[in-house]
């Protein structure tokens, strides 16, 4: 069974920097995966921050442009996300995620992690 686990959230102050990681085990399929970041505040519904495909090609948030990377490490099944200039609205759980490539013609996967709470204050 694929598990992810996040790390690295915290409380920062408003222009601060924070690092997230999230680590794959149980035998990922990393190499036919997207691996993203998402965050849900209260109140709201989970949205996408980021996402890093197979091939490395990323997507973002556009709030979050210019101020979060997403980036992975294949041999250590791990994602990354490095996010700076933090605002007291990026203030929410950041959950990782795992999912199979729209190429893939295998059987669909989707996992996610518990979710790592980040809190930016003002």
């Known amino acids: 069974q694929v598990q992810l686990v996040e790390s690295g959230g915290g409380l920062v102050q408003a222009g601060g920097f924070l690092r997230l990681s999230c680590a794959a085990s149980?035998?990922?399929?990393?190499?036919?995966?997207?691996m993203g970041w998402y965050r849900q505040a209260p109140g709201r519904q989970r949205e996408l921050v980021a996402t890093i495909t197979s091939g490395g090609m990323t997507n973002y948030e556009d709030s979050v442009k210019g101020r979060f990377t997403i980036s992975r490490d294949n041999a250590k099944n791990t994602v990354y996300l490095q996010m700076s200039s933090l605002k007291p609205e990026d203030t929410a759980v950041y959950y990782c995620?795992?999912?199979?490539?729209?190429?893939?013609?295998?059987?669909?996967?989707?996992?996610w992690g518990q979710g790592t709470q980040v809190t930016v204050s003002s």
């Open positions: 995620n795992l999912r199979n490539e729209p190429w893939y013609r295998g059987s669909p996967f989707n996992y």
């Open positions: 149980g035998n990922p399929p990393f190499s036919i995966s997207t």
